[in-house]
């Protein structure tokens, strides 16, 4: 057992005091906690790779586990700053020029803005990134992803979120609506900072949990405690979850997700300098750079209506009927696309689009009659033939006993 693992797991008469904590402590974190998307999400989320500690393991006063998810909850820094390596390897086919077009058209935001966050901070879904953070109490925020010569940067000082891509010179505004003054402005559906990729992990903790505290390290030169967290389930495709948690302020430094497959983390994220002191008040001001082309958001003062709502289309429609099937870590879901669903076999069936994203995926059979599997590291979908979707963090086997099941 190691020194300062729990004496038990999270289970059924586990952690029965800590959820009101764990949910005040994530109105708490929102006060400060600052927008750098990771994806994973789906999502998004880490052998558990290079090592936590930057030198030795501290020695540390023995903590449970309900101990630290209470100090996470707790917590309640409003002024921090630093900067955080994210790590994010899905496994992803390389598609090559294909890829480059998808990526190339989804960097223009719903506003045809380059510098809008909603689609551009989706690009820290791949690959790895160095962000620097900066926080000073509930109205004031920034990070700034570095890129080779370039920086994008999303501000939020007071009732205005600024963002700014240097690459195209490109300015996006938006004013934060009434109900969103003094918190930072970000993307609900974007993963984010350590401390919120924290929060998620901590909503899965039930009987279908183990959680215990698997010694110390030290991150970006400060102590701190490792929670680990991993199901009880077979059938997830997630191996284990370490949240190294400042033995001081109860701030997650460190969020890393490795799956049961092994090898390399899936979402890594952590800082490398961090600081709990007030940030220079000049670091929040932003003013549009001479020949910056400026966008107004939807939440801006000049926003004009869109002409046209996007068209949702039928994948849209069937994500109003989505359901659930299982329950913790081996939880599915399932849609209907409200049309057919991608042809198993030649590629003469479905053209060549079809018949390349066949190729990407494993053809499997079953009383659903026959579909295909797409798979990442982390999260696989089987769609079948009569265009149903089945997805989640579990294996291929998982997919196809469910879908039977439905069936």
């Keep these: 057992m190691a020194p300062y693992e729990s004496d038990r797991t999270a289970g059924a008469e586990g952690l029965p005091d800590e ?92 506003d045809g803005s380059s510098a809008d966050p909603q689609s551009k901070l989706m690009e820290l879904a791949s690959g790895t990134h160095t962000v620097r953070v900066a926080a000073d109490g509930p109205g004031k925020a920034k990070v700034s992803v570095l890129e080779n010569a370039a920086e994008y940067s999303i501000i939020h000082n007071g009732n205005d979120v600024w963002a700014y891509d240097s690459k195209s010179n490109e300015v996006y505004h938006s004013t934060a609506p009434e109900a969103e003054k003094g918190q930072e402005k970000a993307p609900k559906d974007v993963p984010t900072t350590p401390k919120e990729l924290a929060d998620e992990a901590l909503k899965s903790v039930d009987d279908t949990t183990s959680v215990t505290v698997d010694g110390t390290a030290q991150v970006a030169g400060r102590d701190a405690y490792k929670l680990l967290i991993k199901p009880k389930q077979s059938g997830s495709t997630v191996g284990a979850i370490t949240v190294a948690v400042d033995a001081k302020t109860g701030v997650p430094l460190k969020f890393t997700l490795v799956p049961t497959g092994g090898g390399a983390a899936v979402v890594d994220a952590g800082f490398t300098q961090v600081a709990f002191a007030k940030p220079a008040a000049s670091t929040f001001d932003f003013t549009p750079p001479k020949g910056a082309k400026v966008t107004e958001g939807k939440d801006g003062k000049d926003t004009k209506a869109p002409e046209s709502a996007p068209n949702r289309g039928d994948l849209g429609k069937g994500l109003d009927g989505l359901k659930t099937i299982g329950k913790g870590w081996n939880t599915i879901a399932e849609f209907d696309t409200g049309g057919q669903g991608m042809p198993s076999g030649s590629s003469s069936e479905g053209g060549d689009v079809s018949g390349f994203l066949n190729s990407l995926g494993d053809h499997v059979k079953g009383k659903f009659g026959s579909g295909t599997v797409f798979s990442t590291r982390l999260v696989n979908a089987l769609i079948t033939d009569d265009g149903k979707v089945y997805a989640g963090a579990v294996t291929k086997d998982a997919l196809v006993k469910a879908a039977n099941a439905a069936h």
């Design 19 to 110: 959820a009101d904590d764990v949910r005040a402590g994530r109105r708490k974190a929102a006060r400060y906690v600052v927008p750098v998307a990771v994806v994973g999400v789906a999502a998004a989320t880490i052998g558990l790779v290079p090592a936590l500690a930057d030198s030795g393991d501290p020695s540390l006063p023995k903590i449970t586990a309900e101990q630290l998810i209470e100090k996470i909850a707790k917590s309640d820094v409003q002024q921090l700053s630093g900067t955080v390596k994210v790590s994010t390897d899905l496994g992803l086919p390389s598609l090559g020029g294909l890829e480059s077009g998808m990526l190339s058209g989804a960097t223009k935001g719903s």
